[in-house]
């Protein structure tokens, strides 16, 4: 059992938003801003998409977006496109135990 | 072009022990913090641990306490994983992962990663 809570899976059409959820606890999402996504193609590298809670990298699309209320963290993706087909991750820093957290991924399927 | 190059697969009987290593090429090891994470095959990501390449300081996960070593050597911009008592759930493919924050900082997310290293443990 993952420590944060992700769907395990999501699906969307091209053109559509989608949001995956990533829920936690007052000692990480809920009291942190140290949240942040990636994206995992299959057989690849994981990539940074967002940190910080809603920080984009330089050279993620602005169809990338993260958000936080209360213990739950969000990634929204709009305009879907083929290529966002992935397992996406979220995690957080948790005071428990000094550590990251990773939520258990979510595969999106672009219909 | 920023990257971390990691050493390659390796093949362990259960009770042995692995190092894998991870250079920092066109950046300096010692301005952003490492950290380490690992995935089992078909399953999801799992932190193990980070390493301050500057002051040679570490934080492991719980679960690996005991059996995690992480080192560097800033004479070669490498920083290092060693595994000990390894059994076949350790069987992964191990990531290490340049922390974002920069400036000897931990900002808690990775922002380059290499392109990990496979440990297989086989009697």
């Known amino acids: 059992q993952s420590a944060l809570t992700q769907p395990a899976s999501v699906s969307g059409s091209p053109g559509q938003s989608i949001t995956i959820s990533c829920s936690g606890t007052d000692s990480d999402i809920g009291d942190y801003n140290y949240v942040s996504w990636y994206r995992q193609h299959a057989g690849k590298v994981p990539e940074l998409l967002i940190y910080d809670v809603t920080a984009r990298p330089s050279g993620v699309s602005l169809r990338f977006s993260g958000s936080k209320s209360g213990n739950t963290a969000s990634l929204t993706i709009s305009g879907l496109l083929p290529e966002d087909e992935a397992e996406y991750y979220c995690?957080?820093?948790?005071?428990?135990?000094?550590?990251?957290?990773f939520g258990g991924g979510t595969k999106l399927t672009v219909l | 072009q920023e990257r971390l190059i990691q050493s390659g697969a390796e093949v362990k009987k259960p009770g042995a022990s692995v190092k894998v290593s991870c250079k920092a090429f066109e950046y300096t090891l010692t301005n952003n913090y490492v950290h380490w994470v690992r995935q089992v095959p078909g399953q999801g990501l799992e932190w193990v641990g980070w390493i301050n390449p500057n002051s040679g300081g570490t934080n492991y996960a719980r679960r690996f306490q005991g059996r995690v070593t992480m080192t560097r050597d800033t004479s070669t911009n490498t920083a290092y994983l060693e595994l000990s008592r390894l059994t076949a759930d350790d069987t992964a493919l191990y990531y290490c992962?340049?922390?974002?924050?920069?400036?000897?900082?931990?900002?808690?997310?990775?922002?380059?990663w290499g392109r990990g290293t496979l440990v297989t443990v086989s009697s």
């Open positions: 992962a340049r922390d974002g924050s920069g400036y000897s900082l931990l900002g808690w997310y990775f922002d380059l």
């Open positions: 995690t957080s820093y948790t005071v428990t135990t000094t550590a990251v957290l």
